[in-house]
Nanobody
Framework: QVQLVESGGGLVQAGDSLRLSCTAS????????MAWFRQAPGKERESVAA????????SYGKSMKGRFTISRDNAKNTVYLQMNSLRPEDTAVYYC?????????????????WGQGTQVTVSS
């Protein structure tokens, strides 16, 4: 089993930045890719970004690249999401997920472990 704990969410104003963190514990060696997804009230879940532990490959969801940057510290079993120039439409619960299989993917169905989520609210 792998446990994921997100942190770093909060209430910010439009144009501000936030950095989310997700720390994994347990059988972390069994996982490869970690990813961020988000879901706003009444909307479908969106893929934000994913990064591979083994290769360092990165993939971003539609319209995410540019303002959002994903990175990871394998020694700390932590993945980060740096979010800049935040907009009200970025308001959502942001979830961290980990995948057992190798390779980066933005398909949430391929991720086995999920965190509880952290709320990000951007006011205008």
């Amino acid at each position: 089993q792998v446990q994921l704990v997100e942190s770093g969410g909060g209430l910010v104003q439009a144009g501000d930045s936030l950095r989310l963190s997700c720390t994994a514990s347990g059988r972390t060696s069994s996982t490869d890719a970690m990813a961020w997804f988000r879901q706003a009230p009444g909307k479908e879940r969106e893929s934000v970004a994913a990064i591979s532990r083994s290769s360092g490959s990165i993939s971003y969801g539609k319209s995410m690249k540019g303002r959002f940057t994903i990175s990871r510290d394998n020694a700390k079993n932590t993945v980060y999401l740096q979010m800049n120039s935040l907009r009200p439409e970025d308001t959502a619960v942001y979830y961290c997920a980990a995948r057992l299989s190798m390779g980066v993917s933005l398909n949430p169905q391929l991720y086995t472990y999920w965190g509880q989520g952290t709320q990000v609210t951007v006011s205008s």
